[in-house]
């Protein structure tokens, strides 16, 4: 009788060990992700980020280097400030804040990141609103884009955003909507 208290109790207390061993290793993977350093930026679009949520990817050319960590209006985060001019245009479009890794996204340092963000603008960086497949899950994409593709000049917001801005690109499907809308315009101005 004494032998089977004996094995209940090495059987307690190896679940029990067990049981914090767990607790630990949940413990250090938490802190590592509450530890994490990471560069907020921010874009705007004027389309619909639908299939876009929040902890989306953010990828540069294919390699995930961040998600997305808030969306919203930008009315809603910069409408309040009796200084800043918004117009009604502007009020409307869609703000998107990436949180990006600087260990993922090499180009950026720790040290200035901000600075690194203008300089990588500058040189024609820009984000747009890509799809995942046919599944309509969305993620934002972060690339070189030509100007003969559509670079347009960079026209800094009315406001003073809060984080680095990276001005966005048209997604594929709205420049492909354009495109069949352009080619049906001109269909039916032809005269048959």
Known sequence: ???????????????????????????????????????????YFTESVTGLDI???????????GEVQRI??????????????????????ILVVMALDPEKFGLLGSQGAASILNDLVAQGLRVKL?????????????????????????QPPAWQPHHPYIPASNSMMTTL????????VKLSQVDI
Do not use: C, W
């Open 1 to 43: 009788m004494n032998e089977n208290k004996a094995n209940y109790a090495k059987i307690g207390f190896f679940v029990l060990s067990g049981l914090a061993l767990i607790l630990l290793v949940i413990g250090i993977a938490g802190a590592r992700v509450f530890n994490k350093k990471v560069v907020l930026a921010e874009t």
């Open 55 to 65: 902890g989306s990817p953010v990828k540069y050319r294919g390699v995930p280097v």
């Open 72 to 93: 919203g209006f930008v009315y809603s985060e910069y409408g309040n400030h009796k200084n800043e001019l918004l117009t009604h245009a502007s009020a409307r479009q």
């Open 130 to 154: 890509a799809l995942s497949g046919v599944t309509g899950l969305a993620f934002l994409e972060l690339d070189y884009f030509q100007p003969e593709k559509g670079l347009s000049a960079v």
């Open 177 to 184: 909507k354009k495109a069949v809308d352009d080619v049906f």
